[in-house]
């Protein structure tokens, strides 16, 4: 004998489908079979939040369809009273909250782990992703593990994968999307996250920004850094509410440009890896390698080893500092701050080279310590940066301050200097700053830029020079060097400013 079928009740039916959701102090509808085809990953797209007539609508078309007949004015109106119906408070895209209000958009990965072989895949992120250098594949297989054992725990950092077409940074991103199907998202346009529409943020854990490239773009460059490092973000859709979330992503970036982002010299943002080109066009070994990251058993082997590792010690903000760090803070360097990188590296303050017309042969060479007259400064910058007067003159407390930055032993002083347009009085007072040796200046820049140089290879600068001009990431190795280099050079200084004293009481001219 057949179960008797209960009747259907209307109210129920549309509660079952449809909640009430309070976003900035209005009430809007979601479809509750959306939302699970959010986060079962077979739909990518934003919540649809319904304002109260178009949900009615949809509400209409549901009873519409119900085998009894009702009236649908009455049951929408008790729809949005009843206690019965599901209310939420806020949106969240949060691996830890678990409240009854909160509409969590969260999924873990999918990956059940397993035991088994992943070699191929070790072998790659080895040789080809981390060139061979262990610190950086120790970084790498920890922040991947960091993402699926503490996904709450935002990290501050972003991966950067630099190199040339075809030398797997694209795999690395298919390896990604893997272990994080529906909660990764790969996008060409950076717009799309970092733009006034960013909703992809609200259903996304790790964003892959495929051949991205910053530089001359300040705007998405302050909006990514914010995005790295703040506690919350504000989404916005098209004719959706603005809503706000705690973050927790992840970014990782891909780039073929030698100059990817503006890099500020205490950058604590950035881990860049130079990708390998050992397997550039290498076809036969990137197919199976392909097929190897489509095999279930090799990512559940992989996700299996990466839970099994130990990040008690682990600081994912900790990061290592790679010599493509370092060559980025150069080749982002502008303004005074280039001019005077390129002046230590020629030991010649024209920064033009030491055959340029501008001054005498050897007026401006540079080795042990000396005076520099303000004016003369701003003019040997203005020569080698003509664009630095583009907004007016430069004046003496922004060069004080620049100079400042980056060279702090040098120090504002008045000196008696020849002058050759005068008959009457060969030495006048002039304004300007006692400058350390240049061994000592150099020093105080890699200081200022946390990074190493070879300044002997700098004889012409560019993309390619200044490739060779990073060493190593700095550290004080030499401290006890310089401390007394720059002591010794302090004391030396003493003696001349007492006589230019001296000489001034006998000789006095109008300060210029």
């Known amino acids: 004998m057949n179960q008797q079928q209960l009747p259907v009740d209307p109210l129920r039916k549309l509660q079952s489908r449809f909640a009430m959701i309070?976003?900035?102090?209005?009430?809007?509808?979601?479809?509750?079979?959306?939302?699970?085809?959010?986060?079962?990953?077979?739909?990518?797209?934003?919540?649809?939040?319904?304002?109260?007539?178009?949900?009615?609508?949809?509400?209409?078309?549901?009873?519409?369809?119900?085998?009894?007949?009702?009236?649908?004015?009455?049951?929408?109106?008790?729809?949005?009273?009843?206690?019965?119906?599901?209310?939420?408070?806020?949106?969240?895209?949060?691996?830890?909250?678990?409240?009854?209000?909160?509409?969590?958009?969260?999924?873990?990965?999918?990956?059940?782990?397993?035991?088994?072989?992943?070699?191929?895949?070790?072998?790659?992120?080895?040789?080809?992703?981390?060139?061979?250098?262990?610190?950086?594949?120790?970084?790498?297989?920890?922040?991947?593990?960091?993402?699926?054992?503490?996904?709450?725990?935002?990290?501050?950092?972003?991966?950067?994968?630099?190199?040339?077409?075809?030398?797997?940074?694209?795999?690395?991103?298919?390896?990604?999307?893997?272990?994080?199907?529906?909660?990764?998202?790969?996008?060409?346009?950076?717009?799309?996250?970092?733009?006034?529409?960013?909703?992809?943020?609200?259903?996304?854990?790790?964003?892959?920004?495929?051949?991205?490239?910053?530089?001359?773009d300040k705007a998405s460059t302050e909006r990514l850094k914010s995005l790295l490092t703040e506690p919350r973000v504000t989404i916005e859709g098209k004719y959706q509410p603005v809503r706000e979330l705690k973050s927790f992503h992840r970014f990782i970036a891909t780039s073929n440009a030698d100059h990817f982002i503006a890099t500020d010299a205490d950058d604590r943002r950035l881990v860049i890896y130079r990708v390998s080109t050992e397997r550039q066009g290498d076809f036969s070994y990137f197919a199976q390698l392909v097929e190897?990251?489509?095999?279930?058993?090799?990512?559940?082997?992989?996700?299996?080893?990466?839970?099994?590792?130990?990040?008690?010690?682990?600081?994912?903000?900790?990061?290592?500092?790679?010599?493509?760090?370092?060559?980025?803070?150069?080749?982002?360097?502008?303004?005074?701050?280039?001019?005077?990188?390129?002046?230590?590296?020629?030991?010649?303050?024209?920064?033009?080279?030491?055959?340029?017309?501008?001054?005498?042969?050897?007026?401006?060479?540079?080795?042990?310590?000396?005076?520099?007259?303000?004016?003369?400064?701003?003019?040997?910058?203005?020569?080698?940066?003509?664009?630095?007067?583009?907004?007016?003159?430069i004046q003496q407390t922004e060069l004080h301050t620049a100079l400042g930055s980056v060279c702090p032993s040098a120090t504002a002083a008045r000196r008696l200097v020849n002058d050759p347009r005068s008959s009457h009085w060969p030495k006048v007072l002039r304004r300007g700053f006692d400058l350390p040796p240049l061994e000592v200046a150099r020093r105080e820049f890699e200081a200022f830029l946390g990074v190493r140089v070879n300044w002997d290879n700098g004889q012409t600068l560019g993309s390619a020079t200044t490739n060779s001009l990073i060493h190593t990431p700095f550290e004080f190795a030499d401290a006890a060097w310089w401390t007394s280099e720059l002591v010794s050079w302090q004391f030396s200084r003493l003696l001349p400013w007492a006589v230019a004293n001296e000489s001034s009481r006998e000789n006095p001219r109008f300060l210029t």
């Open 22 to 216: 309070r976003l900035s102090g209005t009430y809007y509808v979601v479809e509750l079979s959306q939302i699970e085809r959010i986060k079962q990953g077979l739909v990518k797209e934003s919540p649809s939040y319904m304002e109260k007539a178009d949900a009615a609508i949809a509400m209409k078309r549901v009873l519409e369809a119900l085998p009894i007949k009702s009236d649908p004015k009455s049951l929408i109106a008790d729809f949005w009273i009843n206690p019965e119906t599901r209310v939420f408070n806020r949106v969240a895209f949060d691996p830890k909250d678990e409240s009854h209000d909160c509409l969590n958009l969260w999924t873990p990965s999918p990956i059940t782990p397993a035991k088994g072989d992943w070699s191929i895949i070790y072998d790659f992120l080895s040789k080809v992703i981390c060139a061979n250098q262990p610190e950086l594949l120790s970084y790498l297989l920890d922040y991947l593990a960091h993402a699926l054992k503490s996904p709450g725990e935002k990290p501050g950092v972003m991966l950067v994968l630099l190199g040339r077409q075809g030398s797997g940074k694209g795999v690395f991103a298919q390896l990604v999307q893997r272990i994080w199907p529906t909660q990764s998202l790969l996008v060409s346009d950076v717009k799309r996250v970092l733009g006034h529409f960013n909703d992809v943020l609200e259903r996304s854990f790790l964003i892959i920004l495929d051949e991205a490239l910053f530089v001359g």
């Open 292 to 393: 190897t990251i489509n095999d279930d058993k090799a990512i559940a082997a992989m996700v299996f080893d990466l839970m099994r590792r130990d990040l008690t010690a682990f600081n994912v903000r900790n990061r290592p500092k790679t010599d493509e760090l370092a060559k980025q803070k150069v080749r982002s360097l502008s303004g005074f701050r280039r001019y005077w990188f390129e002046a230590l590296v020629l030991g010649d303050l024209r920064a033009k080279g030491r055959g340029s017309a501008y001054g005498s042969p050897n007026e401006e060479l540079w080795s042990e310590a000396r005076f520099v007259e303000t004016i003369r400064l701003s003019d040997l910058y203005l020569n080698a940066d003509p664009a630095a007067s583009r907004f007016g003159s």
